[in-house]
């Protein structure tokens, strides 16, 4: 009977100590509103005339997501020994305001990644995770990174409406998330922190073409998209800044479609179509660099933001050809009382492009920027608040892209969203 006890209580040890040891924690936001938007655009014509088609759009429906992004995740941490740690991180995108709970598309993998930590030195992770700019915007955005429109940094037009070109999509001023990714970061060093990716995904076949009739399709060759970044904080009192640059390339092949009256031609990196009734898809052989700094200051009543992003996607090819995207935002964020939380931000911006039909979509080179945006929380507890907000983004001397060899007419737009909305973390 001794002896059982014994075994017993060994064995409750045991499991005891292995279980405080690891851990794992499900959490997650629940974002739910009603709000409106209201989007305006002129669009320039591509025709030797002068004319212009403005369009309007209005709306007020329920949303989701409108302050953060809903999410589900599951986070874990081994302790294996020695000061070593493994970590591992599942985090999926949510619709709570749609039939399809789970997100589709490149939000529904939010996060998926498996790492070590060794205490004193630094972590390293595998798998789909968030770029170094990404993890400083979301440290130093006024805005706390909304999807409401008026941020020229964290751009994102999910509430509605259609954004100004250059000034609303997600990803217009930096890539947020990559698969195939490998991140370095190191521990705090005198107040230092450094921050390093790897993007390797490489996929190559040979090229074939198959004939059918009068049309010839060309198909495989390379497909590879690769990156690496590095970042660097510095903390020191009540002052934080932040310097990430990043760097990502696309190579794939094209597809060649050549109909019974000529032949396509990529011979200066666009397509040039001799002959009509024939349709191409271009190849990518794309450079995009990345850059942003950024800096706080908390004075204690308020804290104060300034950034600066900045992004230039060239073709390899021809340096000539690219696209140019740049922005400055300042901004404030105050606790006007221990409930009531208030921010409001401002920026400016201005796009660049050369080379026609070729970067990002945009047209003939200029393009300037602006936004604002103002919000507020109050505080039901530490996990519940409500929220109203309000942004507006615009652009102006934007060119439309060239058809037919015949030069687009300026064109401008502008969008503001609004909202109102309950959010939950847990």
Known sequence: MKKSLLALAALSAIAGAAQAQSSVTVYGI???????????????????????????????????SGESTSRLGFKGVEDI??????????ELGL???????????????????????????????LGTQYTPIFNAVTQTDPGNTNNFAGNLVYTSDKIGGTAPTGSGANGDAFTIRANQM???????IGGFKAHAMAILNNSNSSQTQVTTGATTTVTGGVNNQNGWGLGLDYTWNKLFVTANYQSLTAKNAFVDVVGAQGTISYASGNPVIFGAGQTSVNGTNVQDNQAYVAATYDFGILK?????????????????????????????????????????????????????????????????????????NYWLSKRTNLYAVYGQANSSNVSSVSTAGVAGNPASGNLSTYGVGIRHTF
Do not use: C, H
């Not at 739910?32 to 030797?48: L, Y």
């Not at 490998?182 to 705090?188: A, G, K, P, Q, R």
């Open 95 to 125: 619709n709570p305001d749609s039939q399809s709970l789970i997100a589709t598309g490149g939000t529904q993998n939010r996060q998926t990644f498996v790492g070590l930590k060794k205490a004193g030195v630094g972590d390293f992770a």
């Open 182 to 188: 490998v991140t370095l970061n190191s521990e705090v």
């Open 30 to 64: 629940l974002d739910i509103g009603v709000g409106g938007s209201q989007s305006r655009s002129t669009t320039g014509a591509a025709t030797t005339a002068s004319a212009n088609g403005v369009t309007k759009t209005t709306g007020v429906a329920a949303f989701d």
């Open 81 to 90: 020994g020695g000061g070593t740690s493994a970590f591992f991180t599942i």
């Open 304 to 376: 104060a933001y300034a950034q600066y992003i900045t992004r230039k996607v060239m073709a390899q090819q021809d340096n000539n050809q690219y696209a140019q995207r740049s922005a400055e935002q300042i901004g404030v964020r105050s606790f006007i009382t221990p409930t009531i939380e208030a921010w409001a931000s401002g920026a400016l911006g201005r796009i660049t492009t050369n080379g026609g039909n070729y970067a990002l979509g945009y047209g003939q080179p200029t393009g300037n920027l602006t936004a604002w945006q103002v919000g507020s």
